[in-house]
């Protein structure tokens, strides 16, 4: 039997944030993959498998996305809208990680159909502690939906 890996796309621009993110990931054991994307336009070649991404396997989809809301190129708000408008990635879990806590990103968030919102604490300690709080509930006690299989 084959092991199952855990996949995580991470979207962030922010150098600091990603390595914390990922240390926060390594130091719990909380993902086999985590695959990192620095602006929403990437994030989109990835999840719709083009340009660089176009042999990705549709097995090797995220089980779960983080995703920043101000990013260079594409915003946040439009990946997560051609996300969900798109049937083969709208059931993959969404998470807004964002510094923003304005109202209408949070409400727009939610209408295009994000799963969670949660703006980025500032301390080191807060910041690592949500991102295993993360994990721990989507990657291990969240049941996710199976991954489409594309037909050959």
């Known amino acids: 039997m084959l092991e199952k890996f855990v996949q ?15 240390h926060a990931f390594q130091k719990h054991h909380l993902a086999n993959r985590v695959h990192v994307v620095r602006d929403g336009a990437e994030a989109l070649e990835f999840l719709f498998r083009t340009s660089a991404y176009k042999d990705r396997r549709t097995e090797d989809s995220p089980q779960l996305v983080l995703l920043d809301l101000k990013l ?7 990946v997560l809208r051609r996300m969900k408008a798109d ?13 923003s806590r304005e109202d209408r990103d949070i409400t727009e968030s939610y209408r295009l159909g994000v799963n969670s919102y949660i703006v980025k604490p ?11 709080q993360l994990g721990l509930y989507w990657l291990l006690m969240n049941e996710p939906p199976p991954i489409p299989r594309e037909p050959r």
């Open 8 to 22: 995580i796309l991470l979207v962030e621009d922010n150098p600091d944030d990603v390595e914390l993110t990922l």
């Open 72 to 78: 260079p190129k594409v915003d946040g708000l439009e």
């Open 87 to 99: 049937p083969r990635n709208r059931m993959i879990p969404v998470v807004m990680l964002t510094s």
């Open 122 to 132: 500032v301390n080191f300690e807060q910041f690592t502690e949500a991102v295993r």
